[in-house]
């Protein structure tokens, strides 16, 4: 499993605590960036990461600014793309088990790096159930395909 991350300017701190996260735990990732606080257009990074995972490039992305709604908002306008903005770990647990999100979308204006880390973590560490959500799912393509 290989996992894309990116930020904006207001979410470089913590997009930095994940990625040391991700060192930590061994998991194979990239790093989008950016590198310094100068501001930048978190459209241009949500979609870079969004259309890496809607080709199955990797299999789950992680975007962070400042409130997680503008990454998510942008990650969901692509096909093949379900972006969950989380602020728990039981959301990051459902968002997977349930919603088979791909992209996991994170505020850090909103939650600080501790709890980052630990959605962080429950996004990663919880499969997709399956079964009765699969068929949920698969409405959702349904429904990008209709528009
Ligand atoms: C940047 O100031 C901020 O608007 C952005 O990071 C994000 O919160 C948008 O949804």
Redesign the pocket.
């Known amino acids: 499993m290989k996992v894309l991350i990116a930020s ?4 470089l701190e913590l997009r930095q605590e994940l990625v040391a996260s991700l060192k930590e735990r061994g998991v194979a990732h990239d790093d989008v960036g950016p590198v310094t606080r100068d501001s930048v257009d ?1 459209p241009d990074f949500a979609t870079r990461v969004a259309r890496a995972v809607a080709a199955g490039e990797y299999a789950l992305g992680v975007l962070v ?7 998510s908002i942008v990650a969901n306008k692509h096909r093949g793309v379900r972006a969950a903005l989380c602020t728990t770990e039981f959301e990051a647990r459902m968002a997977r088990a349930h919603n088979d999100a791909n992209v996991l979308c994170l ?1 850090q ?1 909103v939650v600080g790096a501790g709890v980052g880390r630990a959605i962080l973590e429950a996004f990663l560490s919880t499969p997709f159930e399956g079964g009765r959500h699969e068929r949920r799912v698969q409405k959702i393509r349904e429904a990008e395909s209709q528009g």
Do not use: K
């Open positions: 904006d300017h207001a979410g978190y600014c400042g409130t997680g709604i503008g990454m505020g204006r």
